[in-house]
């Protein structure tokens, strides 16, 4: 599938899906406390969109292109711990959520609870391991 | 209390940073924090040593009764001074004595780091607070012998330090755990107050006493001690002579007043084997031809005296062992500091090569000779008195064997003694011609001897004003055993026979040194019988051959054996058990919609299509079905989450597979099984009947009402959210999610370090071939 032997209809097809994807992974991301959705399944999803994109470059080394799997990674865990311990500098049971509800404008009054920040860590950590593991073994395939 | 510990924690990450700016003159910042805290110790003395103590208690597990419990009293003060104050002197000395080098940021923080780990363990006043710190002071030692981790003895010689240390400090862990069992408490003094009687009380000081013994290197446990000289010699100065072997010393002398008179195999144990350590320790100082291992010997030696002075439990050689304890710090400080100095300033340290140093470098001769003095047990020094004080109490109170050995041991101590200043600054007509020292050997800067003449002039002024040493020592022997009376030491007690027993020590130290030629030569035979440092080297050898046997047998590297281990597991016990005390519920639904039906019978297709092909992508892709067909039931079940979460795996799976499958030949190889195909199938149509019945079983047998109601009950007012199965991910269990993204975040390093390792070999290969 290198070269110019690409589909156009693949080729157009990720390029329309590969937002629309994404766009729907960070909806399920923040749906998901109250609909089915939620980090874990969020991340799976954004991952998903990473392998389309790579299916449409025809190599697997795309699949990262532009991002940095280990810094998010990192920044995945490290939110999510920041965000457990949090509570404690309140005097707080570990990882206690508490429920926030304000008036943005334009968007209107916005429920959201402090388990958000978690859940947002969980998505990139989940998202971070789909390009590390795929990555590495579609690199090795290359070399192989 | 805290706050000196935590500034130790600070500075040593500042004096790490700017080491890359500062170099060596890092040490001046991180002297800071032993200052401070010499400052804070000289500022509480007075009250301490009249028998008052500084408290302090901060929460930590208080569900476990484990607190930071923080105490000084009149041992901890001596200590804690001994710690801090060389700490201080040893610092200002490193910043003249190492050049320019890469490592010294990690040197300086680990050397702070220690210093503070150290101040915890006198202060800790909680045996598991206490424990942490002593850990912590191992491996702050393992890595400052590591130091120059390219050379191959030093790594041996750290990781000796810390498997002996360590290891001891489990047993010592273990011991803890029962003490506090046994006293109902895990507060020290508490313990120590009221000792804790029944039958694992005596179990349990065994442990602790091989913990405090392995950490000050007595016998059988003495091999580590030599080694670690391989670590820089400002380090050896600090953690192998003056403080961190002398942990075990303090909680020998913190143990015995309480249990040794309960106890009876306590007294001669310890006894027995501070004695031996001491005369062994003596006699390999005898025979060393590098100055730092005479010394490291003589400090294996001497630490054999402190613990047979400590750990008899008596007043009056508690009181002794204390002041030995403040001399010896102070002047094996000062020698290896000297040590430090030769070798910086003439590039070896070999006694063979050395000569004429006094001349060149008289006031750095004037230290050793002070120093070298008071080990020797010389008046009118700090040793001396020391001595004097411990002679008199082994007569009046201990007696017989003990005190011939340490007599004996004195004898040696004055023999290895004369031979290191004769070694180091003699000048010597039978020298190794060929590898003389270099004519060019320059005096020292001043500011580099002055922490060694700080050392040398307390050696002096503790002898010669020997009311300021009795002071410490008294309180720290007061704070040890209420019993403790007399707490003066002397210069001169008159005609007696401590004094008689002094002067035998110097007459044979001073015939052995004569006939040193003839000494040295008798003990150059090597010896025959067994040695400490070869049944560590054998035990180690023999745990690694165990492992490797061990190994060998579990991971046979068969995946279908490891396979079909697990599986017969699974039906052999869970499954023995479902077959023993169960039996299947009599209303089974097959279906509860033709929906249901039908998508479990392409399941079930799928599952045996994944079995019967041959070709590899037909079985993932099989797999696959399987996969989506279960996500389809939870549709139907009315669980979107569930089978959102499926799809997504299912595909993502699936990618995996073909990912690897390239690797992989295309069609599975029939491997002849020795037992055929009927096992093989026998226990996965086992397995599958165990899963099913197992699931029909365990719905059915519910007796407590199902959690989840309490979830969705409490998902909308505790969690704030309507979706229960993200309320119970990220707030009611989100500990266990924590928990599962950190393992899914390591499993991902790991694959793809994994990956990375078979590259580099692969490359490497290429190079070789290349090479080839």
């Not at chain 1, 949090?86 to 334009?106: H, I, S």
């Not at chain 2, 700490?87 to 890469?102: D, H, N, S």
């Not at chain 2, 295309?666 to 165990?690: D, K």
């Amino acid at each position: 599938m290198r070269g110019g032997d690409r589909s156009l209809v693949l080729s157009v097809g990720v390029r329309l899906l590969v937002p629309t994807v994404l766009l729907f992974s960070v909806y399920l991301l923040f749906a998901g406390h109250n609909h089915p959705g939620g980090g874990f399944v969020g991340g799976l999803t954004a991952s998903a969109a990473f392998v389309l994109r790579s299916v449409e470059a025809g190599e697997p080394a795309a699949l990262a292109r532009g991002v940095a799997p280990f810094r998010l990674l990192g920044a995945g865990l490290l939110l999510t711990c920041v965000t457990a311990v949090t509570p404690w500098l309140f005097g707080d049971q570990l990882l206690e959520t508490a429920k926030l509800e304000r008036d943005v404008p334009v968007l209107g009054v916005v429920k959201t609870t402090t388990s958000l920040p978690f859940d947002i860590g969980v998505y990139l950590v989940v998202v971070a391991l789909v390009l590390v593991v795929l990555g590495s073994l579609g690199d090795e395939e290359e070399h192989a | 209390m805290a706050a000196v510990l935590i500034l130790h924690a600070v500075v040593a990450v500042a004096a790490g940073v700017s080491a890359r700016r500062l170099q060596a003159k890092a040490f001046l910042v991180a002297a800071l924090a032993p200052l401070a805290s010499v400052a804070w110790l000289v500022a509480q003395a007075g009250s301490v040593l009249d028998g008052g103590t500084v408290v302090q208690h901060i929460e930590w597990v208080p569900s476990m009764g484990v607190d930071i419990e923080l105490r000084l009293d009149g041992m901890a003060l001596l200590m804690a001074g001994l710690v801090s104050g060389i700490g201080v002197l040893v610092f200002a000395y490193a910043a003249w004595y190492f050049g320019p080098r890469a490592d010294l940021g990690r040197l300086v923080a680990n050397l702070v780091a220690f210093s503070g780990a150290m101040l915890g363990v006198v202060l800790a006043d909680e045996l598991f607070l206490l424990y942490v710190f002593w850990e912590l002071t191992s491996i702050t030692s393992y890595l400052l012998i590591g130091t120059e981790d390219e050379r191959a003895p030093a790594r041996a010689a750290a990781l000796q330090a810390i498997l002996v240390t360590g290891g001891g400090g489990l047993a010592m862990l273990a011991g803890f755990v029962l003490l506090s069992q046994a006293a109902g408490t895990s507060t020290l003094s508490a313990i120590l107050a009221d000792p804790p009687t029944g039958a694992t009380v005596a179990p349990a000081l065994a442990l602790v006493a091989i913990g405090a013994l392995t950490k000050s290197a007595q016998f059988p446990f003495h091999g580590w001690l030599p080694g670690a000289m391989a670590a820089p010699t400002p380090v050896s100065a600090y953690l192998h002579s003056a403080t961190m072997v002398k942990a075990g010393v303090y909680l020998l002398a913190r143990f015995s007043p309480a249990f040794a008179a309960d106890h009876r195999l306590w007294r001669p144990a310890i006894v027995g084997i501070g004695v031996v350590t001491m005369l062994l320790g003596a006699v390999r100082a005898l025979r060393q031809h590098d100055l730092k291992l005479l010394l490291a010997f003589g400090t294996v030696s001497q630490l054999g005296f402190m613990v047979a002075l400590v750990g008899a439990g008596i007043p009056a050689l508690t009181f002794a062992g204390a002041a030995v304890i403040l001399a010896h710090a102070v002047f094996k400080a000062a020698l290896f500091l000297v040590v430090g100095i030769v070798d910086h300033q003439a590039h070896t340290r070999d006694l063979r090569q050395l000569s004429g140093l006094w001349r060149r470098m008289p006031l750095t001769f004037a230290v050793a000779a002070l120093a070298t003095g008071s080990m020797a047990g010389l008046p009118p020094l700090a040793g001396f008195v020391a001595k004097e004080a411990a002679f008199e109490a082994l007569l009046h109170d201990l007696g017989g064997w003990a005190l011939v050995g340490i007599v004996a041991g004195s004898a040696l101590t004055f023999a290895y003694g004369a031979r290191f200043l004769w070694g180091a600054f003699a000048t010597k007509d039978r020298i190794d011609r060929s590898a003389r020292t270099p004519a060019e050997t320059a005096a020292p800067a001043p500011a580099f001897v002055a922490p060694a003449v700080v050392l040398g002039v307390m050696a002096l002024g503790m002898g010669l004003v020997p009311g300021v040493a009795g002071r410490i020592a008294g309180g720290a022997a007061r704070s040890l055993d209420a019993n403790v009376e007399s707490t003066s030491l002397y210069l001169w007690h008159g005609f007696n026979t401590a004094l008689a027993l002094s002067a035998v020590v110097v007459v044979a130290g001073l015939l052995l040194f004569a006939a040193r030629r003839q000494v040295e030569h008798a003990m150059s035979r090597p010896w025959i019988g067994p040695t400490a440092q070869g049944s560590y080297e054998a035990s180690v050898a023999g745990l690694n051959r165990i492992a490797d046997r061990t190994t060998g047998i579990v991971q046979n590297g068969s995946l279908p054996v490891y396979l079909g281990v697990i599986l017969l597991t699974l039906l052999a016990l869970p499954g023995w058990a479902l077959l023993e005390g169960t039996s299947l519920p009599s209303d089974i639904w097959i279906a509860e919609s033709p929906l249901q039906a039908f998508v479990a019978v392409l399941v079930v297709a799928a599952a045996v299509g994944t079995a019967v092909t041959r070709r590899r992508f037909a079985a993932v892709l099989c797999l696959g079905a399987v996969g989506f067909g279960v996500a389809v039931l939870f549709i139907v079940h009315g669980g979107p989450d569930l089978a959102l979460t499926q799809l997504l795996v299912e595909t993502l799976a699936v990618v995996v597979f073909v990912l690897v499958l390239r690797h992989l030949p295309e069609r599975f190889e029939s491997v002849r099984w020795r037992l055929g195909n009927g096992l093989r199938i026998t226990l996965a149509v086992g397995v599958g009947l165990f899963v099913t019945s197992f699931a029909l079983v365990a719905a059915s047998s519910r007796t407590e009402a199902p959690v989840s109601e309490a979830h969705l009950a409490l998902a909308e007012p505790e969690g704030g959210g309507r979706n229960v199965v993200n309320v119970i991910l990220v707030d009611f269990r989100s500990l266990d999610t924590l928990g599962e993204i950190t393992v899914l975040a390591v499993a991902g390093l790991g694959i793809a370090s994994l990956v990375q390792a078979r590259k580099d070999d692969e490359a490497a290969e290429e190079v070789d071939h290349a090479r080839g």
